[in-house]
């Protein structure tokens, strides 16, 4: 297991292939931006950082990975991209499949989401012997995104699920929890620093 987990860390801190991620990931966000389109169009201005989550999240990826090839950490921007990627990558799917059994069906479009934000979640943890961050860019990060819950489930700009709508009051108590559950995920992360930067060092 040790050796396999080398080799495809070999694959996944190659340069090469933090280029190709990077593309993928600036296309990525690029879409999400788009899709958000609609509701960006009757958001008010003050809320516009809050409202497009995913795409953010890859964005703040994408900007980790740039510090990667220039042989450097934007740790800020490493524990935004590591709770936010995991924390709305499960969450998209969790509504998509939310969706599906109140509709008994999923378009394409849906299962592409699902893939695609399931990809995000595993890239943050895939890449964890990467990350540098600390304690105290995990609580500033942790502010952020305990914040952004409070300006989507009480301000009202959560992402648009028509067909769910009528959860809202469990889907944002769901989202705290899961919140909270990324924010514990990258306190550990940042306790075992040590340890990652061994697998790192000796892939």
């Known amino acids: 297991?040790?050796?396999?987990?080398?080799?495809?860390?070999?694959?996944?801190?190659?340069?090469?292939?933090?280029?190709?991620?990077?593309?993928?990931?600036?296309?990525?966000?690029?879409?999400?931006?788009?899709?958000?389109?609609?509701?960006?169009?009757?958001?008010?201005?003050?809320?516009?950082?809050?409202?497009?989550?995913?795409?953010?999240?890859?964005?703040?990826?994408?900007?980790?990975?740039?510090?990667?090839?220039?042989?450097?950490?934007?740790?800020?921007?490493?524990?935004?991209?590591?709770?936010?990627?995991?924390?709305?990558?499960?969450?998209?799917?969790?509504?998509n499949m939310l969706t599906w059994y109140e509709r008994g069906t999923l378009s394409a479009q849906g299962w592409m989401l699902v893939a695609s934000h399931f990809a995000m979640a595993l890239q943050a943890v895939l890449y964890i012997p990467k990350y540098n961050f600390g304690f105290i860019a995990v609580i500033a990060a942790a502010i952020w995104t305990l914040h952004n819950d409070v300006i989507d489930y009480v301000f009202g700009q959560m992402p648009s699920y028509p067909s769910i709508a009528q959860y809202a009051n469990e889907i944002g108590y769901f989202t705290f929890w899961l919140s909270i559950s990324c924010i514990v995920f990258a306190l550990y992360v940042s306790k075992q620093r040590g340890l990652f930067a061994h697998m790192r060092e000796n892939r």
């Not at 801190?13 to 509701?39: C, D, E």
């Not at 795409?55 to 950490?73: H, Q």
């Open 1 to 95: 297991m040790r050796e396999l987990w080398m080799r495809l860390w070999y694959v996944l801190s190659h340069r090469t292939f933090l280029w190709l991620l990077l593309i993928v990931n600036a296309a990525g966000t690029v879409y999400g931006y788009i899709w958000y389109g609609a509701q960006l169009s009757r958001t008010e201005p003050i809320f516009y950082i809050f409202v497009p989550d995913s795409p953010t999240a890859s964005l703040f990826f994408c900007i980790a990975i740039i510090g990667w090839l220039r042989g450097t950490n934007y740790r800020f921007i490493e524990v935004l991209a590591f709770i936010t990627l995991i924390k709305y990558g499960l969450w998209a799917d969790v509504m």
